[in-house]
T-cell receptor, first 115, second 113 residues
Framework: KAGVTQTPRYLIKTRGQQVTLSCSPI?????VSWYQQTPGQGLQFLFE???????NKGNFPGRFSGRQFSNSRSEMNVSTLELGDSALYLC??????????????FGPGTRLLVL | QQQVKQSPQSLIVQKGGISIINCAYE??????FPWYQQFPGKGPALLIA?????SEKKEGRFTISFNKSAKQFSLHIMDSQPGDSATYFC????????????FGTGTLLAVQP
């Protein structure tokens, strides 16, 4: 099976712009989670989608949003970018159990640089 | 209470030695404890995971020791190899239908040949 894919892999934006990142989960996986990774804050949970519904949300401002489509692909959007949003954004998918924690398989991430 | 504290921040081990990384948590609602390995330019990859109903789990050279009363768990890498040089993250997750992981701060492991 193909792994989790994320596009684009690298992105440069300027402050105030918005950005959309895409994640394609492993075939058959229905849960998609997003994480932000920075040197200072480490790996922080953004949100999780399961069957097109947001199931969990981390402590990020409303500028960070996401959605999931019927084919389980997911997008996250960051509006009004700030310098501090520069990070590696990781997507992870999990098998379709839906009731207990399952192994999360991470993609390679999208590295976002905000200038 | 949501934190997972990880130590040490960095670790240097000789080839063939044992690498030990420790994590501690406060929230007793956590009931799933995975360890992830991350190489530069890659996403984290699951190494091994444990649930609180067992005190130890071993997979190959990797062992998790879990102390529920102390709220601590650790990763032991036996016979450490240069290829094990990477950043290791412990994590914890709540029970129920959630895949939300709370990560430790990471340990950069360097195995010297």
């Amino acid at each position: 099976k193909a792994g989790v894919t994320q596009t684009p892999r690298y992105l440069i934006k300027t402050r105030g712009q918005q950005v959309t990142l895409s994640c394609s989960p492993i075939s058959g996986h229905r849960s998609v989670s997003w994480y932000q990774q920075t040197p200072g804050q480490g790996l922080q949970f953004l949100f999780e989608y399961f069957s097109e519904t947001q199931r969990n949300k981390g402590n990020f401002p409303g500028r960070f949003s996401g959605r999931q489509f019927s084919n389980s692909r997911s997008e996250m959007n960051v509006s009004t970018l700030e310098l501090g949003d520069s990070a590696l954004y990781l997507c992870a998918s999990s098998p379709p159990t839906g009731t207990v924690q399952e192994t999360q398989y991470f993609g390679p991430g999208t590295r976002l640089l905000v200038l | 209470q949501q934190q997972v504290k990880q130590s040490p921040q960095s670790l240097i081990v000789q080839k063939g030695g044992i690498s030990i990384i420790n994590c501690a948590y406060e929230n007793t609602a956590f009931d799933y404890f995975p360890w992830y390995q991350q190489f530069p330019g890659k996403g984290p990859a699951l190494l091994i995971a444990i649930r609180p109903d067992v005190s130890e789990k071993k997979e190959g050279r990797f062992t998790i020791s879990f102390n529920k009363s102390a709220k601590q768990f650790s990763l032991h890498i036996m016979d450490s190899q240069p290829g094990d040089s990477a950043t290791y993250f412990c994590a914890a997750s709540y029970g129920g239908a959630t895949n939300k992981l709370i990560f430790g701060t990471g340990t950069l492991l360097a195995v010297q040949p």
